[in-house]
């Protein structure tokens, strides 16, 4: 069977891609910046308001209230 050229596709061109765009990898280092910030600032403040061993427990021997 003869077949012209025609009937074939032409891969030997391949499309250049132009890359990411600029916006994208600004908010992606931003967003990942804002990770770390936000995960910095929760071990920071994450003893806020917490005081061990409180001076108010009450303190009751667990051995006793079995009767």
């Not at 409180?54 to 009751?60: D, E, K, L, N, S």
């Amino acid at each position: 069977m003869i077949a012209s050229n025609e009937e074939y596709l032409d891969f030997s061109r391949v499309p250049e891609s132009r890359g990411v765009p600029k916006v994208i990898v600004y908010a992606g280092t931003i967003g990942l910046f804002m990770i770390f910030c936000i995960g910095a600032a929760a071990c920071l403040f994450s003893g806020y308001g917490h005081h061990w061993p409180a001076a108010t427990t009450m303190r009751v021997d667990l051995g006793t209230l079995h009767e």
